[in-house]
């Protein structure tokens, strides 16, 4: 009987003890998942946060503005003189290494499956190197048809054309002038259905990162190649959702601070992958940026703007280069920041990822030596 009685006894000390670690272990999981929630409400409150800001609304609506028609005919002369003029090869890229001599050129503006991808790249987070990611690259490019050798705007002397979404591009009725160039680059989401008038409708390269990038797909030009730039891990997973045409997980989609495009209806084979070492090339070697330290919060003010980006990148296409569109005059603080909204200039004045400063010295010095040509004579700053 006393055996009986100690063994219903440990039975029970062992129940009772079962019963104790299973609550507990209840506990842990109601807290483990609550804290999950939290976090995830949390992320999404941050990306809701984002996307109301007014600089990165990016909703076209037109705006009215006056323009001198002797001030319009002047820029229209200018342009053409650029355009008469005979090209020289390779000017541009000459002119760059020559006033910045210590500067590391670049091997492959693009990536693709059969680039050759060294050491260098992998030494920075993005947007300045691919550090750790090894694996997310070689998954997109095993995805990506290798690009032909045809060089991006036909052979000879080009002329490239970076256009950027600055104001003062709205009334000057470019359009048709800047269709004229080799290469036309333009920069994110930055519109040309509503408004080839002003920036023209044909559209070799649209440079962007996911959250710039076109809501609405306008570009129809069969030239048309969509250059990506990644500035963060999970912008490796939207390229692949668009480019294999699959969706962007709900997860993803909880770290991009603004609605992302789901689809872009171009061929796999139009879409690129810019070489990090186009940013760190223009961030280190022309702006002599501090060597980038990532921060809990985003980085300090050492990324350069896309536009000053878009620009170096333009140099290892063409031979000549000129700029459109670019310009934050601050000082004018009620004209419209880009040509296709009524956001005022001072939006740019709550940013403080870029130092347009830095890159208004930099931008005026290439246009006072003559390396490019600002068809537009405000590139007191870049454009985004």
């Known amino acids: 009987m006393r055996n009986r ?21 209840a506990v842990y999981h109601f807290c483990l998942s609550r804290r999950f929630l939290v976090l995830l409400m949390v992320l999404g409150l941050i990306s809701v946060g984002f996307r109301k800001l007014p600089l990165f609304n990016t909703n076209p609506k037109p705006v009215m503005i006056f323009v001198d028609s002797s001030h319009r005919e002047r820029v229209h ?56 990611m090894q694996h997310k690259l070689k998954k997109v490019l095993n995805v990506m048809p290798v690009s032909t050798s045809e060089k991006i705007g036909g052979h000879g002397c080009r002329r490239c054309v970076v256009v950027g979404n600055g ?33 023209g409708n044909r559209t ?14 306008e570009d129809v030009d069969p030239q048309l190649q969509f250059v990506a730039v990644v500035y963060k891990s999970v912008d490796f997973n939207w390229l692949h959702a668009v480019i294999t045409r699959t969706r962007v997980s709900l997860w993803d989609k909880l770290f991009f601070w603004q609605k992302v495009p789901e689809s872009i209806p171009l061929d796999p084979s139009k879409f690129l992958i810019l070489n990090p070492e186009i940013i760190r090339e223009t961030a280190l070697d022309l702006l002599h940026y501090p060597k ?37 005059n601050l000082s004018q603080k009620e004209t419209p920041l880009h040509y296709y909204d009524n956001l005022p200039m001072t939006t740019m004045l ?30 007191s700053t870049t454009s985004s």
């Open 167 to 199: 104001g003062i591009l709205r009334g000057l009725e470019l359009g048709p002038l800047l269709n004229n160039f080799s290469v036309i680059l333009r920069l994110n989401s930055g519109p040309v259905r509503d408004f080839s008038r002003d920036v």
């Open 77 to 132: 002369s200018y342009v053409r003189s650029v355009l008469a003029r005979e090209c020289r090869p390779s000017f541009t890229r000459k002119k760059i290494e020559a006033l910045y001599p210590t500067s590391s050129p670049v091997a492959e503006p693009f990536l693709q499956k059969n680039s050759n991808l060294t050491e260098q790249m992998f030494k920075y987070p993005p947007p300045f190197g691919f550090l750790d």
């Open 204 to 217: 070799t390269i649209r440079m962007s990162y996911p959250e710039g990038s076109p809501k609405h797909w």
């Open 350 to 379: 709550k940013q403080a990822m870029h130092n347009v400063d830095r890159e208004t010295v930099f931008l005026q010095r290439l246009v006072a030596e003559g390396s490019i040509s600002d068809l537009t004579g405000e590139s």
């Open 292 to 328: 980038p330290k990532q921060r809990l919060w985003g980085w300090d003010q050492n990324i350069p703007t896309l536009g000053v980006s878009a620009l170096n990148l333009a140099t290892y296409l063409c031979d000549e280069v000129s700029l459109a569109g670019f310009g934050y």
């Open 5 to 25: 009685k100690k063994i219903a006894e440990h039975r029970s000390g062992v129940q009772l003890l079962t019963g104790r670690i299973r609550k507990a272990m």
